[in-house]
């Protein structure tokens, strides 16, 4: 699967921004989506996941109450609407497919290019 992402940009904190993750290839409804980011000189964290079967939901603390994640009815885009947005969320944020957790480490097995978010203060 191919994975595109779009909607970075440069907020103010306490702004919005909705980053979205177009997938070609194979179907997303084969896989839980999800959101990683990665600050500079920082681990690459996760954000955010989606199943597609239950469309459940599972949030990081920190974006928890601030972000959600969503697709569309199609399974073809998923969603990553950021509301009250921090310094601290600066990063570069990465959709991803197959997005599971082990031992309580997150990963993804595909990734898209990323796309900046900068949120200054």
């Known amino acids: 699967v191919q994975l595109v992402e779009s909607g970075g940009g440069l907020v103010q904190a306490g702004g919005s921004l909705r980053l979205s993750c177009v997938a070609s290839g194979r179907t997303m409804s084969d896989y839980p989506m999800g959101w990683f980011r990665q600050a500079p000189g920082k681990e690459r964290e996760f954000v955010a996941r989606i199943t597609w079967s239950a469309d459940s939901t599972y949030y990081a603390e920190s974006v928890k109450g601030r972000f959600t994640i969503s697709r569309d009815a199609a399974r073809v885009t998923v969603y990553l609407q950021m509301n009250s947005l921090k310094p601290e969320d600066t990063a570069v944020y990465y959709c991803?497919?197959?997005?599971?957790?082990?031992?309580?480490?997150?990963?993804?097995?595909?990734w898209g290019q990323g796309t900046q978010v900068t949120v200054s203060s």
């Open positions: 991803a497919a197959n997005v599971q957790s082990f031992g309580g480490r997150w990963s993804g097995g595909s």
